[in-house]
């Protein structure tokens, strides 16, 4: 079979077994801070197994696209060392939500690899949780597994867990013998490259609380997963994954670019590059891009692997953008996602490769700069944190370093490399611990029939009185006066698709009125007491009051969001996509793939098609609970880049022919509530990938407010004659603004319009102010240096001259730095045959500049950095400066008189030694 064959095949049977055949998540996991990349199966359903969430289905399978190359499972560094370690790959799983259990899921597994795929059982070996004697007897009673292959591990190999906390169980491992004789027992677990684990079944039976301690869920689940690349590696008889039809097309088009034959110390080069051109092509077509941060970082490190390995082959152009096609032409059936982005793709790989030529150069000039300072030094090792840094910060492979290395006569030190690398891990590991937040949370047994459906649609008669609702649980946080309360019908919003999360109050029938600061989920609150007072046990029924002037504000922003959506599109192009949003009750930030910053004329054409639609007053449209198929079959409709959906959506309608979006947020009913759209910054985020923040509504209001506070302040700053013509306008200004409604969008125009145009004179008016101010401070800095350089001249004829040398040393009065700075270079040039010291006193300090002519500094050997040195010295401050000309400041002004005074004595002994 083909590897498409054999994928179909496995999604055929669990259907005919009634389970549900989902689609992949994304392999980025947008709603999940707890992971970089999605790594397992089992992640898009990790709700279920906390009990925050259900599944209109109890069984279903699927193919998962997973990543493992940071955190907790990294198989970065065995990519292309061996045979079937991969950074991106196919995870097949059947999941059973207290249906089945560990009979169906086991015999289903043998009846699979063994009927129907046909592989022959003597080869295959089954692995037990060593206390798990149920898993046990019904490999040896409900299949006709040799009762010699089934094993029993402990913890480290056959216990799973999701995080430290939370559910857990025993797990059944199926291993498959690609050896030529035959392996033993010995050989399972080894970690063997020809005795592999082709499947894992989980059996989800315990909860782990935060003491360790297990208890028996009331509903047991089945989550297992099966390595798609080793089995297709297994099915097709390779030696290899990369052997498969999974990658030799991959292969074949490195080999026909470069030139190399896949063959000797090529092979583990090529096999690693079409390794990582899946993971690319997979992460950013889901909506990552390469970065210096979390997932972003993982996937710079991953193309820089790749475009250094091309190096090894000899081929020092960009190749890694060029194989996105064949990818794409590859899997572009099973996941239609990489065809829709296919060009995106690319040009993030193509501007990625051609900017680490520069980062590869400058890890050359840090390795040479290493290596001159261990020839220096007579050093023979390498220092270990110097290859770490290239490894670490320039992308230099460990391997690439010490070859290097080893051609100047150097070793690599690696137990110190090894040090900053745990060092790093451990930082890493901190880092991106997996946890879950309200852990207690995860206990709660939810009854859909007790819960009820989440009304946060709610109309806006209930913005005064509330809403009657029900308390399901209660419990405390993290402190007394914090609590979750679990709701019926909660009014709340919970944050997702980048809209920020409702607040409000709870207020109970003992009186106590409660603050919402948080929504963790669409069924439970935070709440807190104003004044950390240990909240007591609440009736069960409670009055929500959600701040509706704030959801009314992010309302506003939101639908907003939808049409500069499209807008960006008619204007850019069909390549944005929304990559990343914030709607806030502020503002709105919308991030989108555009590789130009966004030119001025085009923000005002974008801001145009926003306003126009926003005019036409139209009705905002929602199709609830509608099927993801039905969903995905309305023409144009729009889904976030890379989010995961249910399998009912809500879409949200901006004219049919206008913006369709999968969204389960809030939006004003109408698109004249807005009001006015206003662009107020656009930026570059990371390569590729810019964002624009804009406002509406009472944003308008307060940016309007920002403005005029802006204007005021540079008027206060301008004298009279510069500001009194902008006076009278903004008196006007003020008389129309007092009281504006941000619904009158001419008038908000108008006044915004009036800022920007003011704004902009009072810029340009300041510029020519202070231009004025440079001018008439230069031309009397110039007159009162004359009247200085006069009596310079008198100074200079009245110093006395020690053994042939004249010697300058004076106190005089000066008005500020730059007429001291004039001063030296006056005192430099007068001087033919003398030294100087000229010492000013500016707020209580002590200013000092010293010169000596050329002739002195040959000939007498005196240096004015050094002289003003002792002399700074001996007034308590410092400085230094070059031979002939030298500034410095001293603290002690007592002592000032007899410094200066003894000065031509100090230069007499010096030309006396």
Request: hydrophobic share 35%.
């Amino acid at each position: 079979m083909t590897s498409n064959e054999i994928r179909q095949s496995f999604l055929e049977f669990f259907k005919e077994k009634d389970h549900k055949i989902v689609p992949s998540s994304s392999v980025v996991p947008y709603d999940d801070p707890t992971l970089l990349f999605a790594n397992a199966g089992m992640n898009q359903f990790k709700d279920v197994f906390l009990g925050t969430g259900t599944r209109e289905y109890s069984r279903c399978a699927d193919t998962q696209k997973c990543i493992r190359a940071g955190g907790k499972h990294n198989d970065l560094e065995e990519v292309g060392v061996d045979g079937y370690h991969h950074t991106f790959f196919e995870m097949l799983g059947n999941w059973s939500f207290g249906d089945y259990y560990k009979k169906e899921a086991i015999k289903w597994a043998w009846e699979l690899l063994t009927e129907i795929w046909k592989l022959p059982k003597g080869r295959l070996w089954a692995t037990v949780y060593e206390t798990d004697d149920e898993a046990f007897n019904l490999w040896k009673n409900e299949t006709d597994i040799d009762p010699t292959h089934v094993l029993k591990f402990d913890e480290k190999d056959n216990f799973w867990e999701m995080g430290d906390t939370g559910p857990c169980g025993p797990c059944s491992e199926i291993h498959y013998d690609l050896t030529k004789e035959g392996c033993t027992s010995k050989d399972i677990n080894t970690e063997l490259e020809d005795v592999i684990e082709i499947w894992n079944l989980v059996f989800i039976q315990y909860n782990r609380d935060n003491k360790g301690k297990l208890t028996t869920l009331p509903k047991k689940n089945v989550d297992t997963g099966m390595g798609f690349e080793r089995v297709v590696r297994v099915l097709q008889g390779k030696t290899s994954n990369y052997g498969t039809d999974i990658f030799q097309p991959i292969i074949s088009k490195i080999c026909e670019i470069t030139g190399k034959k896949y063959e000797g110390e090529n092979v583990s080069s090529i096999n690693a590059i079409a390794d990582h051109i899946r993971a690319l092509t997979f992460a950013i077509s889901d909506g990552a891009v390469p970065s210096n941060e979390g997932r972003g970082y993982v996937l710079r490190r991953i193309l820089r692997r790749a475009a250094r390995l091309s190096r090894k082959l000899n081929y020092k152009k960009p190749l890694i953008y060029r194989l996105v096609d064949i990818v794409v032409d590859n899997f572009k059936d099973t996941f239609p996602e990489l065809y829709e982005n296919r060009d995106f793709v690319i040009e993030v790989i193509r501007a990625e490769e051609e900017s680490f030529s520069v980062t590869l150069d400058r890890g050359l000039e840090l390795f040479y700069e290493v290596i001159l300072k261990l020839e220096k030094n007579k050093v023979k090792s390498f220092p270990g944190e110097d290859a770490f840094k290239l490894y670490d910060t320039y992308g230099f492979p460990l391997d690439l370093t010490q070859v290097m290395a080893k051609e100047h006569g150097y070793t690599v030190d690696m137990e110190k490399f090894e040090e900053e690398m745990n060092i790093q891990k451990e930082r890493a590991r901190k880092d991106r611990k997996e946890h879950f937040a309200y852990s207690d949370s995860k206990n709660i047994e939810l009854d859909e029939k007790d819960i009820g459906k989440n009304s946060v649609y709610n109309p806006w008669e209930l913005e005064e009185k509330g809403i009657e609702i029900k308390i399901v649980k209660q419990f405390e946080l993290k402190k007394p006066s914090e609590n979750i309360l679990v709701l019926t019908k909660n009014p709340f919003y919970s944050e997702a698709g980048g809209q920020i999360s409702d607040v409000g109050k709870i207020i109970a029938n003992n009186g106590i009125e409660l603050e919402v600061f948080d929504v963790p989920n669409k069924y439970s609150v935070l709440v807190k007491t104003p004044n950390d007072t240990e909240i007591p046990e609440l009736d069960k029924s409670v009055i929500a009051k959600v701040d509706y002037r704030k959801r009314r504000s992010i309302q506003r922003n939101h639908t907003a969001t939808h049409i500069l959506h499209e807008a960006l599109r008619q204007v850019l192009g069909n390549h944005v996509k929304q990559m990343g949003s914030l709607v806030s009750d502020e503002y709105l930030r919308f991030d989108f793939p555009h590789f130009q910053k966004v030119e001025s004329d085009q923000l005002t054409k974008i801001e145009e098609i926003v306003n126009n639609k926003i005019q036409e007053n139209i009705t905002i449209k929602t199709l609830e609970d509608i099927t993801i198929e039905e969903a995905n079959k309305i023409p144009n409709v729009k889904k976030f880049f890379g989010e995961k959906y249910e399998d009912k959506v809500r879409v949200v309608i901006v004219d049919d022919k206008y913006s369709i979006e999968f969204c389960g947020g809030t939006h004003v009913s109408s698109t004249n509530d807005i009001g006015l759209f206003k662009i107020t910054k656009e930026e570059s985020i990371s390569s590729g990938v810019r964002r624009i923040f804009a406002r509406t509504g009472e944003g308008i209001i307060k940016l309007i407010d920002e403005k005029l506070s802006d204007i005021e302040k540079i008027i206060s700053d301008l004298p009279s004659k510069h500001s009194d013509n902008f006076k009278s306008g903004l008196a006007n200004f003020k008389k129309d603004y007092k009281g504006a409604d941000f619904r009158d969008v001419d008038l908000m125009k108008k006044l915004i319009t009036y800022q920007d145009e003011t704004i902009k004179s009072l810029y340009e008016v300041r510029e020519k102010y202070l231009e004025e101010k440079k001018q008439t401070e230069k031309e009397l800095l110039k007159q009162n240096l004359q009247k200085v350089f006069e009596q310079l001249d008198t100074i200079i004829i009245k110093s006395p001259v020690v053994d042939s040398v004249t010697v300058v040393s004076e106190i005089m009065e000066l008005s500020n730095m730059d007429e001291l700075k004039e001063l030296g270079d006056e005192l430099y040039k007068k001087l033919k045959n003398g030294v100087g010291l000229i010492a000013v006193v500016l707020n209580d300090k002590i200013n000092l500049v010293c010169a000596v002519s050329d002739n002195l500094i040959k000939e007498r050997n005196l240096h004015a950095g050094k002289l003003i040195s002792e002399v700074a010295k001996e007034l308590g401050g410092g400085g230094g400066g070059r031979p002939h000309l030298a500034t410095a400041g001293g603290k002690d002004v007592s002592k000032l008189n007899e410094v200066i005074t003894n000065f031509p004595s100090k230069i007499k002994n010096i030309l006396n030694k």
